[in-house]
C-alpha cells in the first residue's frame, strides 16, 4: 500500500488548484477524480468571469488547462472513485473501487451538487439555456425573458440579480408562500421586472428541437391548469447538497452538511483540510473555489513541516 504526502479527492478548480500548488511543493500530489471527473464547469459552455480569458473560454477546456497545469508540475491525477475513508487512524486510509492508499495528509475538494428537478430535458439542455448559477450564466440572458425555479432565499436572489440583464423574470414555486426571508420577498415583491406563479411546478422544458430553451411547461397542483412560458433560460434554484456522505460522523458540518472550516482551509481533524464547494454555501464560484484550493495546499504544506517524518520517505511502500 503506498504512502502519500496528500491525496486530494476531486478535480474541480479547488481539487485541481490544489494539486497544482502542492505539486509546486515538491509533495508529489495524487488526485482522485471522482465520479464527475473537472466538477460542475464540465456542464458549462462559456466561462466569461475567469481572469485571463478576456474572450471566455469553454468550460471543459478552462478544466483541462488547469488540470494540464497540475500535472506539469508533477501532480498525479487517476480516474477513480474513492469508496470510503478512515480519519481515525493515522496515516489516513482512503480507499477506491480499486486500491486503497495511505496518506499524511487529505484536501477534500468533493464540491456540492445543484439540486435539479430531474428531467431529461433539464439534463440535456443544461448550458444551453438551463443553469444552476445566476452569477455565472446571467449576462448571457441580456434582454431576454427567463424563469427561476425556487422559493428560498437563493431563488429570490438570483431572480433579483437577473433583473439586471433580462427583460423579464418568473419565480416558479410550487408552494403559495415563499421560504424566502422577508427582506428578501419585500425586496422581489417591489421589482416591476419579477412575477410569481404559485402552486406550480414545472413539467418540462421546451427547445423544440433548436438546442436552445425557448419555453418551460408548468402545471397548478391546485387547479390542474397547463401552460407554456416562452423564456430563453431556465435557473434552477432549488438548493445545493454537499459532496460529503464520505465524511459522515468524521468531521464537523454545519447544519446544512457543508464541511466547517477554520483558519484558512483546516477541518475539525488535524491534516484532513477543505476546499471549493463542499465548504462554501455563500459564494459558489469557480474563481473562489480555485483560491481555496491553493490556501488547502499551503495549509497542507505547512502541516507537513511539522511532521517528524522525512517527506522523501511518502512514496515508499508501506
Not at 517528524?308 to 520517505?313: A, I, K, M, S, V
Request: net charge negative; glycine share 12%; proline share 4%.
Amino acid at each position: 500500500m503506498s504512502l502519500r504526502n496528500v491525496i486530494i479527492i476531486g478535480s474541480g478548480p479547488a481539487g485541481l488548484t490544489a494539486g497544482l500548488y502542492s505539486a509546486r511543493a515538491n509533495l508529489k500530489p495524487l488526485v482522485i477524480e471522482g465520479l464527475e471527473a473537472g466538477g460542475q464547469l464540465m456542464l458549462t459552455t462559456l466561462v466569461e468571469n475567469w481572469p485571463g480569458h478576456r474572450d471566455g473560454i469553454m468550460g471543459p477546456d478552462l478544466m483541462a488547462e488547469i488540470r494540464a497545469q497540475a500535472e506539469r508540475f508533477g501532480a498525479e491525477v487517476i480516474r477513480g472513485h474513492v469508496t470510503s475513508v478512515d480519519l481515525m487512524t493515522m496515516p489516513f486510509l482512503v480507499r477506491t473501487s480499486e486500491t486503497e492508499y495511505r496518506t499524511r495528509t487529505l484536501i477534500i475538494a468533493t464540491g456540492a451538487s445543484a439540486r435539479l428537478l430531474g428531467l431529461p430535458s433539464e439534463r440535456t439542455l443544461m448550458g444551453h439555456g438551463v443553469s444552476t448559477c445566476a452569477t455565472c450564466d446571467g449576462y448571457f440572458f441580456r434582454g431576454k425573458p427567463i424563469a427561476v425555479v425556487g422559493g428560498g432565499d437563493s431563488a429570490l436572489e438570483e431572480a433579483i440579480f437577473l433583473t439586471r440583464f433580462a427583460s423579464h423574470v418568473t419565480v416558479i414555486h410550487r408552494r403559495g408562500t415563499l421560504r424566502a426571508s422577508k427582506i428578501m420577498q419585500d425586496k422581489a415583491f417591489a421589482n416591476p421586472k419579477i412575477s410569481f406563479e404559485w402552486h406550480t411546478e414545472v413539467e418540462d422544458i421546451r427547445d423544440t428541437g433548436i438546442g436552445e430553451v425557448n419555453a418551460v411547461l408548468i402545471r397548478n397542483s391546485q387547479t390542474g391548469e397547463r401552460k407554456a412560458i416562452p423564456v430563453d433560460g431556465v435557473f434552477v434554484a432549488i438548493g445545493h447538497t454537499p459532496n460529503t456522505s464520505l465524511f459522515t460522523g468524521q468531521l464537523d458540518t454545519d447544519g446544512g452538511g457543508y464541511i466547517v472550516t477554520s483558519d484558512g482551509s483546516r477541518t475539525s481533524v488535524p491534516g484532513v483540510f477543505a476546499c471549493g464547494d463542499v465548504q462554501d454555501r455563500v459564494y459558489r464560484q469557480a474563481i473562489t473555489a480555485a483560491g481555496s484550493g491553493c490556501m488547502a495546499a499551503i495549509d497542507a504544506e505547512k502541516y507537513l513541516e511539522g511532521l517528524p517524518q522525512h517527506l522523501g520517505e511518502a512514496h515508499a511502500t508501506a
